[in-house]
């Protein structure tokens, strides 16, 4: 009765469920969000589904389009975009809070 079991330390969680907020929370508030893919090409619009591997986007006057996650460079909010485009979405905007994600 003298030795110990040593419980072994639970794996941290490998999804942490803030990517699932973030898209909900703009899908709910219909944000106007910009998309930039990994060929610098630019989406706008609303994210109106998302799921594992895509988001669909909701767009004004053009065919909504599904996007795989794998070519998203980053996304934004729309009206945050204060820097004039591009950038390597690793920078925060000035207001403090984090506003850029990277699936």
């Known amino acids: 009765m003298g030795t110990r079991m040593q419980r072994k330390k639970p794996a941290p969680p490998e999804q942490t469920s803030a990517e699932n907020f973030y898209y909900l929370k703009q899908m ?10 990994n060929g610098d090409e630019v989406i706008r619009g609303v994210i109106e589904w998302y799921d ?10 053009e065919p909504n389009l599904l996007i795989m996650k794998s070519a998203i460079r980053y996304i934004y909010k729309e009206n945050e975009n204060k820097h004039g485009g591009g950038g390597d979405g690793n920078r925060l905007p000035d207001n403090g809070q984090d506003e850029f994600i990277q699936p």
Do not use: F, S, W
Not at 28 to 37: D, E, S
């Open 28 to 37: 709910q508030a219909r944000t106007p969000m910009v998309v930039v893919l």
């Open 52 to 61: 594992k591997n895509c988001i669909k986007v909701h767009r004004a006057n």
